[in-house]
């Protein structure tokens, strides 16, 4: 898959102790990767990273200590890079903005100036988030074109995080110079809301949910009729590998930025997912309670994918139903069972690309 090009390339992954971090390293080691990842200690007990037991070069670090990542970098002398290390609750960063701008603005700033010293790497993906976007409320998908911005200090560090990576794109990879003074192409990567099992963070609607099941307790709602670009963690990591692919083949017209979401209707409600969820698990309760002075969240939010569907080849594969269904029965299998079903998830998500026939899937 993916052109075969991950088998025994150095992959060096930042937060894959992360919930997409740790799906990232799954999946990048069933394509025969040798992978390197560095982050902060698992940051929830349970934590998937720990329970897929991979054979990994698992690295505890902070990608704000600038001297010891570039170390990591000389050392393990990655070929390809990922970087999802962040501080990635929005709630999280009205009670710590200092700690989110310095995690996600200047760790993102030290990865690129590793990369960018370290001889070895050719590809780089910087993951953000479509919350990157200056969000005026409107029904349509923002393009990669539209302006960035942020309203609270978690959106405004991931709309820092792409500027930071423009810049180092232009001054330092610039596309129009790769094969004559640099050998390194850049990219980022804006996703929607994922979903999956294997998520424990607080202020998550799915962790909070299964949480609260796993204790016999209600999980309070805050903002049911808010509107997300909900999608299985699958979708947007086969975007980051086959953007990783291009890039690795020295495609420089795919060092650019780009979206990965659902398609235009598979857009629904917090609401419309606990009614889906409890479909699966009946067990789900819920209680709605407005908060006035909680902080403020962005009501809707969308993506227009159309240029990675056109340019890249790239599509999701699960619609909303089986996403839902997917996730709630990963958790309902693991607290029931004390079993994951991680990669029979991935087994069922590439034989449906196969299916369709989407080009990153060929075996």
Partial sequence: MFDNIYHNKNILITGHTGFKGSWLALWLTRLGAQVTGYSLEAP??????????????SIIGDIRDSDNLAKVFKAQRPEVVFHLAAQAI?????????????????????????????????????????KCYENREWPWGYREIDALGGYDPYSASKGCS??????????????????????????????GNVIGGGDWASDRLIPDIMRSISQDKKVIIRNPDATRPWQHVLEPLAGYLLLGEKL???????????????SGDEYISVG????????????????????????????ILKLDCSKALAKLGWSSIWNTGDTIDTTARWYKE??????????YNIECYTAEAQRRNMTWSED
Avoid at 92 to 117: C, I, Q
Avoid at 288 to 298: F, K, T, Y
Wanted: contains cysteine; neutral net charge.
């Fill in 272 to 299: 419309e997912i606990i009614r889906l969820l409890k479909k699966v698990w009946p067990k789900i309760d819920y209680e709605i309670r407005h908060n006035p002075d909680q902080p403020h969240e962005a009501g």
């Fill in 248 to 262: 690795l083949d020295g495609r420089k017209e795919f060092a650019e930025a780009w979206n990965f979401g659902p």
């Fill in 334 to 343: 693991f607290y029931e069972s004390h079993k994951l079903q991680s990669q």
């Fill in 162 to 191: 792409e500027i930071v990576a423009s810049c180092w794109r232009n001054s330092f990879f610039n596309p129009q110079k790769f094969g004559q003074t640099h050998q390194t192409l850049l990219a980022t990567a804006r996703a």
């Fill in 90 to 130: 929005v709630r999280r960063s009205y009670r710590k903005p200092v700690e989110t701008f310095a995690a996600n603005v200047m760790g993102t700033v030290n990865v690129l100036e590793a990369a960018r010293t370290c001889d070895s790497v050719r590809a780089v993906v910087i993951v953000t988030s479509d």
């Fill in 44 to 57: 929830t007990d349970p934590n998937h990273f720990e329970l897929l037991g991979l054979n990994i070069n």
